[in-house]
């Protein structure tokens, strides 16, 4: 099986219009949040956020399967003293356009730096939100199976006649558990909070994603021969785990610095180069990256 690790530098908004309708199965990004990388990518107001975001946000629509899934790393800022509503904001304008907001994990970041403000603690945790475009999408649940844990040695020593047959929820949800089904288990499904360390190595990015972090989603939302977008390449840490992954990858990214980096990271993987000549209006020529 070829896969295939295609970069390219320039804007976002635009070089998107070139990739084909429904041809991704997974998008994961950390766009710029407002107000912050200005040295980097300028800074997009916070009050500006939603309108910057909304023609990128089209793009990604038209071009996931709809059976692919969209995960958004972002975060609100404080501004004069509360948190700035944009990502509520954002989630709510993206439901107009057509996204279904299906879920949202917690990144819970091991090793922030400690800290004293006057009206709050540090912030130890960003949203990881989950788009899709159709209630039924592709998720492979057993991929991210994690061990039972030493809670179970003794929850499940001694279980009441409750226990034993399915209990169904007291608020009337429909739901129910039976929590003798675990008794012969290794392994349960896995909570919608993530315990990661951020990124301690230095990747000469202002705000590097962790391997382990997109390496989970790609577990769980694509297969082998699968494609994952970024369209906020940064340091190519979604396109570097997806190829040793065996998934192909789309990486788009617009500050020129980022982007030789990650072509080099490239081309030290032995990866083969391919100059594509065809240029996107003021965008720089891009540069196909295929791995075999």
Known sequence: MEIKTDIFLGDSKEILKTIPDNSVDLIITSPPYADQRKNSYGGIKHNEYVNWFLPISEQLLRVLKPTGTFILNIKEKVVNGERS???????????????????????????????????????????????????????????????????????????????????????????????????????????????????????????AFPENLPEWFIKLFTKSGDTVLDPFMGSGTTNIVSQRMNRNSIGIEINEDYYNMVEGIINSSKYVLFEQKEKYGNIKETRHTTVR
């Open 85 to 207: 509503t944009y990502v509520m904001e954002l989630i709510i304008e993206m439901r107009k356009q057509g996204w279904l907001w299906t879920e949202e994990f917690i990144w819970h970041k091991k090793n922030s730096y400690p800290g004293k403000w006057p009206n709050r603690f540090r912030d130890s945790w960003e949203r990881l939100i989950q788009f899709n475009k159709n209630k039924k999408f592709n998720m492979y649940q057993e991929e991210v199976m994690v061990p039972m844990g030493d809670w179970a040695k003794n929850r499940l020593k001694n279980l009441s006649d409750t226990d034993k047959k399915r209990d169904e929820s007291k608020v009337g949800s429909g739901f129910g558990k039976n929590i003798s089904n675990w008794l012969t288990r290794d392994k349960a499904y896995p909570t919608n909070v993530l315990h990661l360390a951020t990124e301690c190595n230095n990747k000469k990015h202002s705000a």
